[in-house]
């Protein structure tokens, strides 16, 4: 009996050859062959090989679904407990704004302004008028809030800190010094598109900084027997540094050379050394140096790193303590 072919019928209706060879089966997704049905098949996988493409397929699918549900979740509780944490916040959109801000130049202009609006006298308020002009805008009050009566004079003014709202708008602050007290000077500044800068609003007097209180250590061991070994070393090394004595200097640098004070210091004592225990070959000690400076004597102290050769102790680097030290 005739069969109709199942090719043009698509998936539903395809027929399976039941006189085909026992153990051999038709496969509906095989593409018929045009060089005929018992010639050889090329070109294409067949049988389990086309299904382990279509398995995979679908893995990598589920796998990019999988991907996207799991994102989705995850960004806004990112975002979420990003927003509470300051540590991980975002940088403000106006922190590049800021960054264009002339500080530098900023903080010179309101120095220089501090220092006129600071200084005045009622015997030459119109000279203090006219330097002003150079400061305030356009319609400002000539004399920037002071009611022309009174003495001020402040003995030094310096840039504290410049902290820039956007692009265009900061607030300078200045420490001065009048007398016994200090104040702190909040000046508004405002810089155009090409740099061109102006005292935007009158100033405002804020609290001068709070002194810190130094924090409590306890005292490390010193090692006695290196202090005393080290005590003689150190007043040689001092006097040629007070000198800038090179060739003396130079016996003592276990390293880079060392420089010295060029003479614009005297030589008295080394009032102390503190060394704290610790390894056998270097060691990182503080000296207690008396200078005569002006006729005075001052009393400093230098971090001095050493190192030990060939039973001779050498500086490889001296500097400023930062070690706090209320005497």
């Known amino acids: 009996m005739a069969r109709r072919s199942a090719v043009k019928r698509g ?3 395809a027929v399976v050859d039941e006189t085909a060879a026992p153990g051999l089966s038709v496969d509906p997704w095989e593409v018929p062959d045009d060089r005929g049905r018992g010639g050889p098949r090329g070109g294409r996988w067949s ?7 279509v398995w995979t397929g679908r893995a990598v699918l589920w796998a990019l679904i999988i ?5 989705g979740v995850r960004a806004p ?7 509470d944490d300051p540590a991980t916040a975002e940088t403000p959109k106006s922190s590049p704004e800021r960054a264009r801000f002339p500080s530098s130049a900023a903080g010179a202009f309101a120095l220089q302004f501090a220092n006129v609006y600071l200084n005045y006298d009622q015997e030459n308020a119109a000279d203090r008028q006219a330097q002003l002009r150079t400061f ?10 002071w009611n022309g009566t009174g003495t001020l004079q402040v003995q030094s003014v310096q840039v504290a800190g410049v902290q820039a709202r956007d692009a265009h708008n900061a607030t300078v602050t200045l420490l001065a010094r009048t007398g016994d007290r200090w104040l702190r000077l909040a000046v508004p500044v405002y810089a155009n598109e090409s740099g061109a800068l102006v005292v935007a609003a009158r100033p405002a ?3 001068p900084p709070v002194k810190a209180p130094l924090p409590q250590q306890d005292p490390a061991q010193r ?10 070393i150190l007043v040689t090394f001092f006097q040629a540094y007070a000198r800038s004595d090179t060739t003396a200097l130079s016996r003592f640098a276990a390293g880079s050379p060392i420089g010295g004070l060029a003479g614009s210091v005297e030589f008295v004592r080394v009032a102390e050394v503190v060394a704290p225990q610790g390894e056998a070959g270097a060691r990182t000690v503080t000296a207690s140096v008396v200078w005569r400076v002006a006729g005075g004597e001052l009393e400093q102290a230098y971090e ?13 680097d001296i500097r400023g303590t930062t070690d706090p030290d209320p005497s």
């Not at 049988?47 to 493409?53: E, K, L, Q, T, Y």
């Not at 991907?67 to 994102?71: D, G, H, K, T, Y």
């Open 47 to 53: 049988g389990s090989g086309g299904r382990w493409w």
């Open 136 to 145: 305030l805008p356009e319609g400002a009050d000539p004399q920037f809030g």
């Open 77 to 83: 509780f990112e975002r979420f407990t990003a927003a």
């Open 67 to 71: 991907v996207i549900l799991v994102n």
């Open 205 to 207: 007097l804020l609290p």
């Open 223 to 232: 090692d006695a027997a290196l202090e005393g070994e080290l005590q003689p």
């Open 304 to 316: 001095l790193d050493m190192v030990r050769k060939d039973a001779t102790w050498y500086v490889k």
């Open 11 to 13: 998936r539903d209706t």
